[in-house]
């Protein structure tokens, strides 16, 4: 199945871990990637690959973060060897699946959410250029959206 580039980065965006759905059941709090410029790529159903770049500060990485908390969702994580496991669950959509690595250096995020599996690679590029602000993607093709401007 073929998506609009922008349409489906957005989706993936909401669903890999730049927006899904978080709060904190148990006492564990996994910690946020470092900030700076982060490239994402992901593993679409149908062997379909995108890749888009993240500036991300504190806040951001907070708000869209998969270690985010969202009002009215719930999640749970469990530390395990190398990262940590979730479950969760917005908006009746439930999401379960791991973020393994380095949180200042490089992750992999797999999600099973709805019949669907997800496999994100992060990798930490280094500080933001001068020109992008926190929140800004670099979505397939070079266009710049800012995370925030898509809440709208």
């Known amino acids: 199945m073929k998506y609009p580039s922008s349409t489906l ?5 909401a669903a890999i871990g730049l927006g899904l759905p ?3 059941f148990a006492q564990v709090e996994p910690p946020h ?9 992901v593993a679409l159903p ?4 995108m890749a888009m770049q993240m500036c991300i500060d504190e806040e951001t990485e907070k708000q869209y973060s998969a270690m985010g908390k969202r009002p009215g969702c719930t999640q749970e994580f469990q ?3 190398g990262g940590y496991s979730f479950k969760g669950a917005c908006e009746g959509k439930t999401a379960t699946g791991t973020v393994i690595g ?3 250096k490089a992750l992999k995020i797999e999600v099973d959410s709805e019949g669907t599996h997800l ?3 992060l990798k930490y590029l280094g500080p933001c250029p001068a020109d992008r602000k ?3 993607v670099v979505m397939p093709g070079g266009r710049v959206v800012n995370m925030k401007d898509l809440q709208h």
């Open 9 to 13: 980065a957005v989706a993936v965006l």
């Open 22 to 24: 978080a709060s904190t």
């Open 33 to 41: 990637r470092k900030p700076g410029l982060w490239e994402q790529s």
């Open 46 to 49: 149908g062997n379909n690959a």
């Open 79 to 81: 530390k395990i060897p």
């Open 102 to 104: 380095d949180f200042d």
């Open 119 to 121: 496999t994100s690679n």
């Open 134 to 136: 926190p929140g800004d």
